[in-house]
């Protein structure tokens, strides 16, 4: 018993840090997305996004590797097998050094012969994602080693300060340069986590491939590689939906509404990255479902009582910041307000998802994924069929998303769960979505109305909180994270 209080407290100091150092890093990150917007504008802006799609689909040349990092690390690290660890870390350095140096010379064979069909933009747009696939492959190499050997201290840190480079390269960079500058920004920031992570961690990196090790971690990669590049285009979809039928501008406006949705994905990740490891580590000791049944019910009830309040605020102070701040990009509002709504689904499907992978469950997250993007591609296909534009792309997204989690609790849920009990705990994290979704719709008659002003947000904003008190001490008292952020942010300001 006491062995489990102590795990508890690790995981909920773990998660405060982490959380606060996300959060803050976000707070400091929305500056820096502001500023991009404001420097390059909406036609730049979807230049980008097109950009990120190709970085986001090139990570898994990796074969998934890196993702088996994550979790063979905590598991043999929770039965001792340090020579396993060393040897894993080692080959999959060398591996993804080797795969990301061929996609990204690919790339600039490709912008050689399309020259000519390419625009100046895109044209050496793609030049830099040739180097920034390799640069953001060891990237992710080494905030995954921080993550699966559950170094959050410096993790949090790296959080904060990778934040505060990223906007002070944007802010001198892309003013003068435009999307060049803020290219080389992106890049610069990629070295800086690095340099960071590999001085104050001091990781013995080898180029080294254990045939027999490689051969293993690319064994299990492989299905996770698959289910991660289905995800990636089930998330996708709406992404490229727009920019293929509506266009480089619509994209700019629809990412106003990723930037809002970004500011609550940064939470919902954190208690991920904090849990997979032990949950992993706590699955490798006896191998049972079983003992992980309190982690997934805890962060589900805990995830389901904050996200409403969250989703709420952002939900209604983020039209007029965009209407006020980057005026050019009001007419995202609409798809804003549903896309940061979907934020909830996702919050609950990626910790259903991480307990599955923990449990060595992959298929059946795979399974979900082809049915909701399935769902999704179909719904997405009418919406522009009856021309309802971004804003029906967006509706169509919230409902895949909807389905997803559905699909995934159900399967985490089915083995070691009672029916009445499953189907009691999911009545209840719907019925919370849908007191939100109400709520949001009565503030938004009665209180905010068509005019987009700071009187009403704040009185709006001033509703929300009250209403949420009661659910913010019950959130509290069970998970005393909000403590910890508490005595983060009074050492940050000096308070004794």
């Not at 909406?42 to 970085?55: K, R, T, Y």
């Not at 804003?391 to 083995?415: D, H, N, P, Q, T």
């Given at each position: 018993?006491?062995?489990?209080?102590?795990?508890?407290?690790?995981?909920?100091?773990?998660?405060?840090?982490?959380?606060?150092?996300?959060?803050?890093?976000?707070?400091?990150?929305?500056?820096?997305?502001?500023?991009?917007?404001?420097?390059?504008?909406?036609?730049?802006?979807?230049?980008?996004?097109?950009?990120?799609?190709?970085?986001?689909?090139?990570?898994?040349?990796?074969l998934g590797v890196n993702t088996v990092v994550n979790l063979d690390i905590p598991y043999y690290q929770s039965k001792g097998d340090s020579d396993r660890?060393?040897?894993?870390?080692?080959?999959?350095?060398?591996?993804?050094?080797?795969?990301?140096?061929?996609?990204?010379?690919?790339?600039?064979?490709?912008?050689?012969?399309?020259?000519?069909?390419?625009?100046?933009?895109?044209?050496?747009?793609?030049?830099?994602?040739?180097?920034?696939?390799?640069?953001?492959?060891?990237?992710?190499?080494?905030?995954?080693?921080?993550?699966?050997?559950?170094?959050?201290?410096?993790?949090?840190?790296?959080?904060?300060?990778?934040?505060?480079?990223?906007?002070?390269?944007?802010?001198?960079?892309?003013?003068?340069?435009?999307?060049?500058?803020?290219?080389?920004?992106?890049?610069?920031?990629?070295?800086?986590?690095?340099?960071?992570?590999?001085?104050?961690?001091?990781?013995?990196?080898?180029?080294?491939?254990?045939?027999?090790?490689?051969?293993?971690?690319?064994?299990?990669?492989?299905?996770?590689?698959?289910?991660?590049?289905?995800?990636?285009?089930?998330?996708?979809?709406?992404?490229?939906?727009?920019?293929?039928?509506?266009?480089?501008?619509?994209?700019?406006?629809?990412?106003?509404?990723?930037?809002?949705?970004?500011?609550?994905?940064?939470?919902?990740?954190?208690?991920?990255?904090?849990?997979?490891?032990?949950?992993?580590?706590?699955?490798?000791?006896?191998?049972?479902?079983?003992?992980?049944?309190?982690?997934?019910?805890?962060?589900?009830?805990?995830?389901?009582?904050?996200?409403?309040?969250?989703?709420?605020?952002?939900?209604?102070?983020?039209?007029?910041?965009?209407?006020?701040?980057?005026?050019?990009?009001?007419?995202?509002?609409?798809?804003?307000?549903?896309?940061?709504?979907?934020?909830?689904?996702?919050?609950?499907?990626?910790?259903?998802?991480?307990?599955?992978?923990?449990?060595?469950?992959?298929?059946?997250?795979?399974?979900?994924?082809?049915?909701?993007?399935?769902?999704?591609l179909l719904l997405c296909i009418g919406a522009l069929r009856w021309e309802f534009g971004a804003l029906g792309i967006a509706i169509s997204m919230c409902?895949?998303?909807f389905v997803y989690f559905s699909f995934l609790l159900f399967y985490s849920l089915k083995e070691t769960y009672r029916v009445p009990d499953g189907i009691?705990?999911?009545?209840?994290?719907?019925?919370?979505?849908?007191?939100?979704?109400?709520?949001?719709?009565?503030?938004?008659?009665?209180?905010?109305?068509?005019?987009?002003?700071?009187?009403?947000?704040?009185?709006?904003?001033?509703?929300?909180?009250?209403?949420?008190?009661?659910?913010?001490?019950?959130?509290?008292?069970?998970?005393?994270?909000?403590?910890?952020?508490?005595?983060?942010?009074?050492?940050?300001?000096?308070?004794?």
């Amino acid at each position: 018993m006491k062995n489990a209080m102590t795990k508890k407290s690790i995981i909920i100091k773990q998660l405060g840090s982490y959380t606060f150092s996300a959060y803050a890093a976000q707070f400091i990150s929305v500056f820096g997305s502001i500023l991009a917007k404001f420097f390059l504008g909406p036609i730049n802006v979807g230049i980008w996004s097109a950009l990120q799609l190709i970085l986001e689909f090139s990570k898994y040349s990796g074969l998934g590797v890196n993702t088996v990092v994550n979790l063979d690390i905590p598991y043999y690290q929770s039965k001792g097998d340090s020579d396993r660890v060393s040897r894993i870390i080692s080959s999959v350095f060398t591996f993804l050094c080797i795969t990301s140096l061929i996609i990204g010379a690919g790339i600039l064979l490709y912008v050689l012969f399309q020259k000519n069909n390419l625009s100046t933009e895109f044209y050496w747009g793609l030049i830099f994602v040739s180097f920034l696939i390799v640069v953001q492959r060891l990237n992710n190499f080494f905030v995954t080693l921080l993550r699966a050997f559950k170094k959050f201290g410096t993790a949090s840190r790296q959080n904060i300060y990778s934040a505060l480079v990223n906007v002070l390269l944007i802010g001198l960079l892309a003013a003068k340069f435009k999307i060049y500058g803020f290219l080389w920004a992106t890049a610069l920031s990629l070295i800086f986590n690095i340099a960071y992570i590999q001085w104050k961690e001091k990781y013995c990196l080898r180029f080294r491939i254990d045939k027999e090790v490689l051969k293993k971690t690319i064994g299990k990669g492989l299905p996770l590689m698959v289910i991660g590049i289905v995800e990636t285009l089930f998330k996708s979809i709406d992404k490229i939906f727009v920019l293929r039928f509506l266009g480089f501008e619509a994209m700019g406006l629809y990412s106003i509404g990723l930037m809002a949705a970004n500011y609550l994905n940064a939470l919902h990740v954190s208690i991920a990255v904090v849990i997979s490891p032990h949950l992993r580590e706590k699955f490798g000791e006896n191998d049972s479902r079983k003992d992980l049944n309190s982690y997934l019910s805890r962060a589900l009830t805990g995830v389901s009582d904050l996200f409403p309040f969250l989703i709420a605020l952002v939900w209604i102070v983020s039209p007029i910041l965009t209407y006020k701040v980057l005026h050019s990009f009001y007419l995202g509002i609409p798809v804003l307000k549903i896309i940061v709504i979907s934020i909830y689904f996702i919050s609950l499907s990626n910790l259903c998802s991480s307990y599955l992978v923990a449990v060595n469950a992959q298929s059946r997250v795979l399974i979900c994924l082809l049915v909701s993007g399935s769902f999704a591609l179909l719904l997405c296909i009418g919406a522009l069929r009856w021309e309802f534009g971004a804003l029906g792309i967006a509706i169509s997204m919230c409902a895949a998303y909807f389905v997803y989690f559905s699909f995934l609790l159900f399967y985490s849920l089915k083995e070691t769960y009672r029916v009445p009990d499953g189907i009691k705990l999911y009545l209840w994290i719907m019925l919370k979505f849908l007191l939100m979704v109400a709520c949001l719709f009565v503030l938004n008659a009665a209180v905010l109305g068509s005019e987009l002003s700071w009187v009403r947000t704040l009185i709006a904003a001033a509703i929300i909180v009250l209403l949420s008190v009661p659910m913010l001490i019950k959130y509290n008292n069970d998970f005393p994270v909000l403590n910890t952020v508490w005595r983060r942010v009074a050492r940050l300001c000096g308070a004794r």
